[in-house]
């Protein structure tokens, strides 16, 4: 077939050419015309039937979005001089007048409820006066009489102070958020470079808009830096420029068609979807390694291009395709996962791997063809004599050391397995930021003074019309309150009991003493004064249904690890199930932290489940090309053990167990396991051309494929250590954490493998010397 194939392609060279470059002017029309865009919205981890997101959902459907509030802090006596109190007040009028900003809540819109007399209910004014105003320390200290206000404009504590902003809820998920957060980031930057006073601004939109700004720098960046490194290594072992143009030519085809398939999928660019151009580049140069590799070895014994490109088609076609499909297939699976955001990235990455297959394949043999026959120079890579010293030590080992192999595998094995008992799980929304970001060192100041900036929310449903403010219902809720306020890892929790609280202490004039809630005899008065008040037709409609039966209660985590947020969640639920009995109210534990740390749980084990299935398609791809229970075996040893070794790292140096972390395990056997394919295809060549000397097959095998191993083991470590230099701490593991796997796992085939196949010898001849089908058969050569 592969013969046929050659022949195909050698003679069919201006059509592939002016087809490629058709095809490629196709691509580049489709990204032009429908465009690429970034993601502005956070990704759904949970499926829909989840009840988690389903609480969520019924939670917005209610309520609305909870999502829309940007703080910006501040700790500094000089912000009381006139002139910087004057600068403070233009930066908050110009971000008021920002098209996507709802409104601005700071001291001076704080309000009061002051009875009125004459006409009942509660008049609404500003705790401030418009006299008041330029004096600060004044302003602080009338604040600071409404218990209310605590922890959403001032710290009780200190003179730490904050202003909430309020974004449309309508943009959140659109372009127009990114637009003014990056506005509103840089009025405050210009007020901290003219008044020398730190702010810090945090806050659900700010920290998506700088994700995903940093997403978005670091596409090009990475795209630009694997290039950079895989191509100058490439050049440094090939030492030909030629080599090295149509190097890039075959993966920058592959990253214009990925970019394509984003815009013809209308799929946006996300964190996961952002690192498949790199990979392409990284994972492609090895494709372009065994063929260059192939074809000058070939020219090199005969002398005759064409003869060689027909050949290095035919004896690395099967391998190659056979490689490249188990790579698709290790991505390919997370498209069975219930994760959209896995899906996408599972179907854009596999399909380009299939791509750039075919790009290597009909690019390379087309252009040499054109190109002039090697140089010495060009061939004398092969003869290097440091990488022959390398592969001659690995053959000594194998050939002559084979126990000292075994037992270097096992303690290995038993180091591995005891750092794997120490591995542990995260769910951290902020977890894999960059602890250097200045975004999330103003998270830091949140949740040192204010409680934090993680939305979390309890919903009570009383399943009756104005159950909400029934005396016995706002005296529950004020006890779960005061109990999430007791664990001191939130902001004080904002609910209708809070509210009524602030209306009796209007109702006694303000006097901060009669913050809190109404007697029975109270009750009834204080609640009708609330409802004749006009002026705030949502003094407490943010926080109840317009059936007055649910009501939420709302307050913001500070930036915990994952275990910890999870105890406190099941802390909470617990007091809610023993103060609202299941058999008279409905509640639950809803909010963006907390779906998002349920979400990674869940894309956890659905990623566990995808790499188990990796393993067992590729186990079978080896059953297929091998038929011997045996080889099976021995094919996957050698994979697991750098998989293992590279878990046991994780628990030994406290990298946990997150989406980012094990999406290694997938990558890295996807593209390890190519290597064992590679190897034991020419190990299954050469066992038939040495007569089923299973020594001289070895031997012979790490000396012909072991460059290329070598080889395409460096390019790739090179390639995601690229990756160690994100600003997203996921993807700095990713990348450290894959080199260091596809290193092992290069020692791994080139030592362990062989040595199994001259240990187990007696199992694998048979089935090889006479396979049902022969994957890799040669016969047409000749």
């Not at 006066?129 to 001032?154: A, C, G, H, V």
């Amino acid at each position: 077939m592969w013969k046929k194939i050659a022949s195909l392609i050698l003679r069919n060279r201006v059509g592939i050419l002016i087809g490629l470059i058709t095809f490629m002017l196709v691509c580049l029309v489709c990204i032009f015309t429908w465009g690429v865009r970034f993601t502005t919205s956070n990704a759904q981890l949970l499926p829909s039937s989840d009840p988690v997101m389903q609480d969520f959902n019924h939670f917005q459907e209610t309520f609305g979005s909870e999502a829309n509030m940007i703080v910006i802090g501040y700790e500094d006596e000089r912000m009381g001089q006139v002139e910087n109190l004057m600068q403070w007040e233009d930066l908050l009028k110009d971000i008021q007048e920002i098209p996507g900003i709802e409104g601005i809540f700071s001291m001076n819109e704080a309000k009061k409820l002051v009875r009125d007399t004459m006409n009942g209910g509660f008049k609404i004014e500003n705790i401030i006066s418009e006299s008041q105003q330029t004096d600060w320390n004044l302003m602080r200290n009338e604040i600071r009489k409404f218990p209310f206000y605590e922890s959403l404009l001032f710290n009780k504590d200190n003179e730490a102070m904050q202003v909430v902003v309020y974004m449309d809820p309508g943009i959140i998920d659109s372009e127009e958020r990114v637009k003014d957060v990056v506005k509103i980031n840089d009025m405050v930057n210009q007020f901290i470079k003219d008044t020398g006073i730190s702010l810090y601004l945090s806050g659900m939109p700010v920290i998506r808009t700088m994700n995903s700004q940093q997403v978005k720098g670091e596409t090009i960046t990475f795209i630009l830096a694997s290039l950079g490194v895989t191509c100058l290594i490439f050049f440094l072992f090939f030492r030909s420029f030629r080599a090295t143009f149509v190097a890039v030519s075959v993966v920058l085809s592959a990253v214009i068609l990925c970019f394509a398939m984003l815009s013809v999928f209308d799929y946006e660019i996300t964190l996961l979807t952002a690192l498949v151009p790199p990979l392409l580049i990284v994972i492609g140069i090895p494709n372009c390694i065994y063929l260059l590799n192939k074809y000058q070895a070939e020219y090199k014994m005969h002398r005759n291009k064409i003869k060689a490109l027909q050949r290095m088609i035919m004896h690395v076609g099967n391998p190659a395709m056979l490689t490249n499909l188990t790579t698709a297939f290790g991505f390919f699976t997370f498209v069975f996962t219930e994760s959209s955001t896995l899906r996408e990235f599972g179907t854009i990455a596999s399909l380009n791997i299939i791509g750039i297959f075919i790009f290597s394949f009909l690019l390379i043999p087309t252009l040499y063809s054109y190109f002039p026959a090697p140089k010495k120079r060009h061939l004398s890579h092969h003869q290097t004599n440091w990488t022959n010293t390398i592969l001659n030590g690995m053959e000594n080992l194998v050939l002559h050391h084979r126990r000292w192999v075994y037992v270097s595998a096992g303690l290995i094995l038993v180091f591995s397995i005891i750092g794997i008992s120490q591995m542990t799980t995260s769910g951290n929304l902020l977890d894999d930021m960059s602890k250097k970001a200045k975004f999330y060192r103003d998270i830091s100041f949140f949740d040192n003074e204010f409680g934090g900036v993680l939305p979390l929310e309890v919903v009570i449903d009383t399943k009756r019309s104005n159950g909400v403010t029934s005396l016995s219902t706002l005296n529950k809720m004020d006890e779960v309150s005061s109990y999430i306020d007791s664990l001191d890892l939130s902001s004080k929790p904002i609910a209708v009991s809070e509210l009524v609280k602030f209306a009796k202490q209007g109702y006694y004039g303000s006097d901060p003493d009669f913050y809190e809630l109404p007697t029975n005899q109270e009750r009834a008065f204080i609640l009708n004064e609330i409802q004749q008040t006009q002026g705030d037709a949502n003094l407490i409609g943010n926080y109840v249904d317009s059936t007055g039966s649910i009501a939420r209660m709302t307050t913001l985590l500070k930036n915990l690890e994952s275990k910890d947020m999870e105890n406190v969640i099941a802390h909470i639920n617990t007091r809610l199930r023993e103060v609202f009995p299941e058999e008279q109210y409905d509640s639950y534990v809803t909010g963006m932290a907390y779906v998002f740390m349920k979400g990674t749980t869940y894309l956890t084990k659905n990623l566990l489940l995808s790499l188990s299935l990796a393993v067992f398609l590729i186990a079978i791809f080896m059953a297929i090309m091998f038929r011997s229970p045996q080889m099976i075996l021995i094919a996957l040893i050698p994979n697991f053990l750098p998989l293992l070794t590279t878990a046991g790292v994780m628990g030994y140096i406290g990298i946990p167990i997150k989406p980012s972390t094990i999406l290694v395990f997938s990558i890295a056997f996807g593209i390890a396991v190519d290597d064992t394919i590679h190897f034991l295809a020419k190990y299954r060549q050469d066992l038939n051309l040495f007569h089923g000397n299973i020594s001289k097959a070895v031997e012979y095998s790490i000396q012909e494929v072991g460059n290329s191993m070598f080889y395409t083991s460096v390019v790739l470590f090179a390639g995601f250590s690229v990756f160690m230099f994100s600003g997203f701490m996921g993807i700095v593991a990713l990348g450290g954490l894959i080199s260091f796997t596809l290193l092992v796992a290069m020692l791994s085939n080139l030592i362990l493998l062989p040595s199994l196949l001259l240990s187990y010898n007696s199992l694998t001849t048979k089935r090889f010397k006479n396979p049902d089908v022969d994957f890799f058969d040669e016969s047409e050569e000749n």
